[in-house]
């Protein structure tokens, strides 16, 4: 980005943390020499078939070693080793091929994981040849952000802070959800909590995961988002913290004063999706369905549907002036799926609640400025976007702010 936004950042933050790329994970392989290089295309075939690397599809079957004399060494992966290092596990299909072409099984070493950056990947051929492939920036598989893309990040991360500060001195996190077809916020929230009585908090200490009360958090909070008011005389009046911060917190605060209330589900991400959806229901009514086998074979079979099919609308919930026809009167091939597409901008990492409910509302990237130490389940204590196993996955960027965007907002707050 230059210009303005030259010293803004958009930091991928990847599915499992990052190793030293001289201490990344190995699992062991039985290997063998092929000492007839014409061979190599049969064996490959045959091995694929009764020893697939399931876990290993970035390892190369092959290892190509040049000797002197200009000779090349072929060496290809037999199976995986047993945990013993020995050879009696190897199976009887791949002992068979041993035999035919009279092999000669060695045990070696290779990554367990896909490099993901160039210095791992350097790392792993060392030991054997890997596959790299860059981190798509994108769900559309185009890797990093044009200059237009990255302004559009900019502005939208921006309207997300203009959004917690909007509150005044009470300091909450916010969500936006845009569609990024019409690059409009169909979809914008606060967390929704109430305040208690704390003394004044000293502000510009470091934060750090061990920080337990919310109170002890705010004045860091406000001095990051430029909520701080620099007048020093008289304590606080009231103090929160962000929802995703402290998910349990509330259970404390109700127990320890009467007066507080924290609500467990109103954070931001929460009362955003219920937003969206709120939308979807306004501009989209409900199908009539013709008897009721239609209706149960579109939720038994969404898959048949044309449900899921990704939204091509973008107007707000605004226009009210647009007639019905124009957002498909109820017809599903025009009504969204969930969020499916769609990004949404946090100021503040989401807890583990609010990732899995950007899982389910099937959302397509998530855009945060700052980093949730204490919950934070997407880069900073867990890594949800990671985990095999959930039916979606979205791309995760920390939206890194200059120091001087941030000087300029606690000005403006302060005053000159």
């Keep these: 980005m230059s210009g303005e936004n030259g010293a803004w950042r958009i930091v991928h933050v990847p599915g499992r943390p990052p190793v030293p790329p001289d201490q990344q994970l190995t699992v062991d392989v039985v290997a063998a020499q092929i000492e007839q290089p014409k061979l190599t295309n049969t064996i490959i075939r045959r091995l694929s078939q009764i020893a697939p690397l399931e876990d290993l599809h970035h390892v190369k079957r092959v290892k190509k070693k040049c000797l002197e004399g200009g000779k090349i060494q072929l060496s290809v992966i037999l199976c995986l080793a047993s945990e013993n290092g020995d050879f009696d596990g190897i199976p009887c299909d791949v002992k068979d091929v041993i035999n035919s072409y009279q092999l000669s099984p060695f045990v070696a070493k290779v990554c367990k994981y896909a490099a993901s950056s160039k210095e791992e990947w350097v790392e792993q051929c060392k030991l054997w040849p890997t596959s790299y492939h860059p981190p798509t920036y994108n769900i559309s598989g185009i890797t990093g952000f044009s200059e237009e893309d990255s302004r559009s990040v900019v502005s939208f991360m921006n309207y997300a802070l203009e959004l917690a500060k909007s509150h005044g001195n009470v300091v909450v996190n916010a969500a936006a959800i845009v569609d990024p077809l019409s690059n409009q916020v169909i979809a914008r929230a606060c967390d929704e909590v109430c305040s208690w009585h704390t003394p004044k908090t000293e502000v510009g200490a470091e934060f750090s995961s061990s920080t337990k009360s919310p109170a002890d958090m705010t004045g860091w909070i406000k001095h990051e988002l430029g ?64 008897d009721e086998a239609t209706k149960e074979e579109c939720i038994l079979s969404p898959a048949k549907s044309q449900a899921k099919r990704r939204k091509t609308d973008g107007t707000d919930v605004d226009d009210g002036d647009k007639n019905d026809d124009a957002h498909g009167n109820g017809d599903l091939s025009s009504r969204p799926y969930l969020c499916t597409g769609n990004d949404i901008y946090l100021v503040w990492e989401p807890c583990t609640m609010c990732a899995m409910a950007l899982v389910h509302q099937r959302i397509r990237r998530v855009f945060y400025a700052f980093p949730n130490p204490s919950a934070g389940a997407l880069g900073s204590v867990h890594r949800l976007q990671g985990q095999k196993s959930l039916n979606h996955h979205y791309a995760v960027f920390r939206v890194v702010m200059p120091q001087d965007i941030l000087d300029k907002a606690k000005t403006s707050i302060c005053g000159s």
């Design 227 to 290: 909520l701080q008011r620099c007048s020093s005389g008289g304590p606080e009046q009231v103090a929160t913290s962000i929802s995703c911060l402290h998910p349990r917190w509330w259970v404390d605060e109700q127990t320890r004063r009467s007066s507080s209330f924290w609500h467990p589900l109103r954070h931001a991400v929460m009362v955003a999706i219920e937003s969206s959806a709120a939308r979807d229901r306004c501009l989209f009514p409900d199908v009539r369905y013709k």
